[in-house]
């Protein structure tokens, strides 16, 4: 059982920035592919951001160009840069993980989510 670690977020007035982080602990697996939805209020929850290990990186297109998602390998964390925030962007953050374990097997990981309100 993996437990990400999601850290970021917060009050920011519109066209500033924020970076989310998520931390996969731990050992003996892969990371398949890590992303970030996210859900307003009323609404169903979203992709925002996502790569794919080895592969491409996939953006909802309301935040292309200002939506950066990368990682850092050696620490199993994802990173997300948002800039020019706006209103619309309000939401609570989830991280997802997909990691596959030594024998082979996916398993899906959710992160607790972390508020990201825009604001003046």
């Known amino acids: 059982q993996v437990q990400l670690v999601e850290s970021g977020g917060g009050l920011v007035q519109p066209g500033g920035s924020l970076r989310l982080s998520c931390a996969a602990p731990g050992s003996g697996f892969s990371i398949v592919s890590m992303g970030w939805y996210r859900q307003a209020p009323g609404k169903q929850r979203e992709l925002a951001a996502t790569?794919?290990?080895?592969?491409?990186?996939d953006y909802a297109e309301s935040v292309k160009g200002r939506f950066t998602i990368s990682r850092d390998n050696a620490k199993n964390t994802a990173y997300l840069q948002m800039n020019s925030l706006k209103p619309e962007d309000t939401a609570v953050y989830y991280c997802?993980?997909?990691?596959?374990?030594?024998?082979?097997?996916?398993?899906?990981?959710w992160g607790q989510g972390t508020q990201v309100t825009v604001s003046s």
């Open positions: 997802n993980a997909i990691l596959r374990t030594t024998l082979g097997y996916n398993y899906s990981y």
């Open positions: 790569f794919i290990s080895g592969g491409p990186t």
